[in-house]
């Protein structure tokens, strides 16, 4: 008797709990446990995006690295994009077979812009067969539509250009190799950043840049960030970055095969 009293009244407490909404399913128990706020998803999270510069130094004509070994320095590039695990790469001083091989191997995808030598697209050499020399952006998404133009001066025989990309992602990647002869005022250099400035600011959608500018002081147009690489190991300060996305950050790798050290990029993209 006192078994099934006790027995009743157990069942009668639950069922009153139950009635009362004070114990839950294990079900609720586990999403209620699943969901504490420090758990929670920030709000402010937004979708990561990431990019590699590298300068190549790969014409073969330019002395530029007395260690710049080929295809040492086109294996090191991929190695590199596989281990930052990249958005996006922007080369100078390319070469279009050496982007072709470097994206083959990647599984990236990209575009190539030639620059004109003396008048006339410049054949890589030391070794040939290498195709043309140029700049070249690579992306992890596939590319939607491109672009790329020379400035309206460039000094001595080689032109310089801009190229832009725009994935499908929604993200404009671009960069430029700038020419050689100083920052001044009314130089050939500075007329050339004030024109990259332009083309940036023209994008309209989420927009990052990144090149061998070869200038201290910034391209960037207003409204947008500049990062630079002042604590590079090598011709430090003339790399930049330039963009609209949201809270960027730098990283410098020091390089074995090419004259400039590698800056990795890592921002977020507009919610």
């Not at 200038?215 to 590079?232: E, F, H, I, M, V």
Request: charged residues 20%; neutral net charge.
């Amino acid at each position: 008797m006192i078994s099934f009293s006790l027995t009743r009244l157990r069942a009668l407490l639950i069922g009153c709990l139950m009635t009362a909404g004070l114990l839950l399913s294990p079900s609720v128990a586990m999403a209620s446990a699943m969901t504490q706020p420090g758990d929670a998803p920030s709000q402010d999270a937004r979708p990561p995006y990431s990019l590699l510069q590298m300068n190549l130094c790969l014409s073969g004509y330019a002395g530029c690295y007395a260690r710049t070994q080929y295809p040492k320095i086109v294996d090191e590039v991929v190695e590199r994009i596989r281990a930052n695990d990249v958005n996006a790469v922007t080369l100078n001083e390319a070469c279009s077979g050496d982007v072709a091989e470097i994206a083959e191997r990647t599984g990236y995808h990209f575009r190539f812009a030639t620059v004109i030598y003396n008048g006339a697209p410049l054949a890589c050499k030391a070794p040939g067969g290498r195709g043309e020399f140029g700049n070249a952006v690579l992306t992890k998404e596939a590319v939607r539509a491109s672009e790329d133009a020379p400035y309206s001066v460039f000094s001595g025989v080689e032109q310089r250009r801009w190229l832009c990309v725009t994935t499908a992602r929604g993200v404009d990647v671009c960069t430029s190799h700038l020419s050689t002869d100083g920052e001044a005022p009314g130089s050939t250099n500075s007329t050339q950043c004030a024109e990259l400035a332009q083309v940036l600011a023209s994008r309209g959608r989420a927009t990052i840049f990144a090149g061998d500018v070869n200038r201290r002081s910034t391209c960037a147009p207003a409204g947008q960030w500049t990062l630079t690489d002042a604590a590079a190991t090598q011709a430090p300060g003339i790399q930049h970055a330039y963009g609209n996305l949201a809270a960027p950050t730098l990283e410098l790798e020091r390089t074995t095969y090419t004259d400039h050290d590698a800056l990795v990029i890592r921002a977020g993209l507009p919610k």
